[in-house]
């Protein structure tokens, strides 16, 4: 079965852009949460995702949106791009919303901003 | 709000030897979950042990075991026979029940010599 994949893989954008980023679940997983890793702020939860609907967000600014489709892929959008952006956007699936559910983390999206 | 705490930003251990490392969370809540998680060099994040804080039989997978003293908000990871694969990021992440939402600690880097 394939893992979590996250497109792309490397991004560089300049400020002021917007940027999607998209994320594809393990088959069958319909749970899918965002985070951001950043050196100074660690692991930062962004937004969850269920069947389409959007569970819990993160304290992040409205320029940080997201969405989830029918086949429980997920993408995220950052407009207005700001350097502190600058991240590896983690993605992240499990079948449903149970904590005893394992997360399954894709690569990655490593953005860079300039 | 939750919290959680890694004290020790980087570790060593020589192959073979046990290392411990440490974890500390603060919840308000009753019902949730505590994880290790491991992040390799340039690879994906994947789940190492996981407990469930109603449960007082701490939790063991193989050569890793943890050591939850829920009194003391404390979840420490045992790592057995350490092995050259071991070299990774360890984040201690805790979630609330019914959400998928992890928090994470800031890591503690752990350096595996030959």
């Known amino acids: 079965k394939a893992g979590v994949t996250q497109t792309p893989r490397y991004l560089i954008k300049t400020r002021g852009q917007q940027v999607t980023l998209s994320c594809s679940p393990i088959?069958?997983?319909?749970?899918v949460s965002w985070y951001q890793q950043t050196p100074g702020q660690g692991l930062q939860f962004l937004f969850e995702?269920?069947?389409?609907?959007?569970?819990n967000k993160g304290n992040f600014p409205g320029r940080f949106s997201g969405r989830q489709f029918s086949n429980s892929r997920s993408e995220m959008n950052v407009s207005t791009l700001e350097l502190g952006d600058s991240a590896l956007y983690l993605c992240?699936?499990?079948?449903?919303?149970?904590?005893?559910?394992?997360?399954?983390f894709g690569p990655g999206t490593r953005l860079t901003v300039l | 709000a939750q919290t959680v705490t890694q004290s020790q930003p980087e570790m060593s251990v020589q192959e073979a030897e046990t290392v411990t490392l440490s974890c500390t969370y603060d919840t308000s809540e009753s019902d949730y979950y505590l994880f290790w998680y491991k992040q390799p060099p340039s690879r994906q994040m994947i789940l190492v042990i996981r407990q469930e804080a109603y449960k007082q039989q701490n939790a063991t997978e193989n050569r890793f075991s943890v050591n939850f003293q829920k009194a003391a908000k404390s979840f420490s990871l045992k790592i057995s026979d350490s092995q050259l694969g071991d070299a990774a990021m360890y984040f201690c992440a805790s979630n609330q029940g019914g959400s998928e939402k992890l928090v994470f600690g800031k890591g503690t880097k752990l350096t595996v010599n030959p």
């Open positions: 995702y269920f069947s389409e609907t959007q569970r």
């Open positions: 088959s069958g997983h319909r749970s």
């Open positions: 992240a699936s499990s079948l449903s919303v149970s904590p005893t559910d394992t997360q399954y």
